[in-house]
């Protein structure tokens, strides 16, 4: 198969171009063979956009579809978290499925290649999601790649029992071990022991960390400060740090630093934390995201995933990241949007640890994604958002 007159996002590029912008791209079985300059350079004559297929860096499939029985929460985190926890004790393996399985078909369609999914994990006994999860894992290998986080409330790791079960668990179940970090009375010390959880058992690390507006929020910097002085050499994402925006520039320049130093990944998620953060009886200011443009001014290349769809947390979406990055672009001032698509792709597949960084260049997979955008005005477009999924170097289907 061969596809014509493409651009390629410069940070999407994994071979030398020179001074070209438009190629053409030879695929051979499941594998890109060739990248070449196209003959016309003229941008006009660009038919596309050509990404490498998406990743998905932070979701949440257990709760998504829940709205319609919970109520959404209109901007109260504490309240979504609480209506979740009572619809959490009805959940079944039978309930579960249909709900985790629409996700990930979604999720196929729009062209995304791997997805992490944090799984509630509120006792020391695993949930129910998990044995639903390892089943999909299973199911849907050579699709999509499926990874999970034990999402558990800090101060569970107190008892020392349940968060040895947990971390025995998750190490079990190949997955990474989360928590829940929000302002915790003893906040040091019990991140201490997530930490020496996941030294003992060899695990990453992934926290849902200062999702909120408050400036006094230190969850970010106490992790950076931990991974620095224990010298973590294991993998370490940090998802919302909204509270980041809210700090005074120097703090959070410091905090930004650190990260950097210890080398944590950040995912921002615009359409859960636009949602939640602010107020709701006003035009809502400021509004829920980290610092993204100043993270990357450091090398910390932020990703943006979806988070939470159709639950108390997010009463709307779905699983196309594409729409995603559109938000986020216009929430952050992303510009130029081009510039920008390894949010979606290249970043987040570093940050899970994927065995293709998702460059393209002559021998990676030809699992990708060719938009109808020519230029970078159209990206986040109806007409530059519809799509050619190509998985293995079979076109799967065109969407939207």
């Known amino acids: ?58 979701a949440h499939i257990d709760k998504n579809y829940t709205v319609e029985e919970v109520g959404a929460a ?13 619809h959490r004790a009805g959940w079944t393996g039978e309930t579960l499925r249909p709900r985790m399985e629409r996700a990930l078909h979604e999720a ?5 290649r791997a997805l992490r999914t944090h799984i509630d994990w509120v006792q020391g006994d695993p949930p129910a ?13 050579g699709r999509i790649e499926l990874q999970f986080v034990s999402l ?26 989360g928590a829940f970090v929000y302002r915790n009375e003893g906040l040091v010390h019990k ?67 650190l990260c950097a130093g210890a080398g944590i990944h950040i995912v921002a998620l615009p359409t859960t934390n636009l949602y939640l953060q602010g107020a709701w009886e006003r035009t809502p200011v400021p509004r829920g995201i980290t610092r993204i443009r100043e993270a990357a001014a450091r090398g910390l290349r932020v990703s943006l995933a979806t988070d939470n769809v159709q639950d108390a947390f997010y009463p709307y979406g779905g699983y196309d990241l594409l729409e995603t990055f559109g938000l986020g672009v216009q929430m952050a001032h992303l510009a130029p949007a081009d510039e920008w698509l390894d949010a979606i ?21 030809a699992d990708l994604v060719l938009l109808a955008a020519t230029g970078e005005h159209e990206l986040i477009g109806p007409r530059g958002r519809q799509r050619t999924v190509i998985r293995s170097g079979r076109i799967l289907e065109k969407t939207q």
């Open 1 to 58: 198969m061969k596809l014509e007159a493409l651009r390629i996002p410069p940070r999407l590029r994994g071979f030398a171009a020179d001074d070209a912008q438009v190629f053409d791209v030879t695929l051979a079985g499941d594998r890109v063979q060739a990248i070449v300059p196209s003959a016309s350079q003229a941008q006009a004559q660009a038919r596309g956009t050509l990404l490498s297929a998406l990743v998905e860096a932070h």
């Open 129 to 141: 999601a998990l044995a639903v999860f390892e089943a999909l894992r299973h199911e849907w290998r």
């Open 74 to 86: 209109q901007g109260n985190l504490f309240a979504a978290i609480e209506r979740m926890e009572k």
């Open 152 to 177: 558990t409330p800090l101060d569970l790791f107190a008892d020392l029992a349940a968060g040895e079960r947990i971390a025995r668990e998750v190490k079990r179940a190949g997955g990474t071990l």
């Open 108 to 112: 196929w369609q729009s062209g995304t």
């Open 191 to 257: 991140l201490g022991r997530v930490f020496d959880l996941a030294q003992d058992h060899g695990l990453g690390l992934d926290f849902h960390v200062d999702e909120g507006l408050d400036a006094d929020a230190s969850g970010l910097r106490s992790i950076a400060q931990l991974m620095r002085a224990r010298e973590f050499r294991h993998g370490v994402v940090c998802g919302h740090c909204c509270s980041l925006a809210m700090q005074d520039d120097a703090v959070a320049n410091e905090t930004l630093a």
């Open 345 to 365: 792709t290249v970043s987040p597949a570093k940050a899970l640890g994927l065995a293709w960084d998702g460059r393209i260049a002559p021998g990676c997979p």
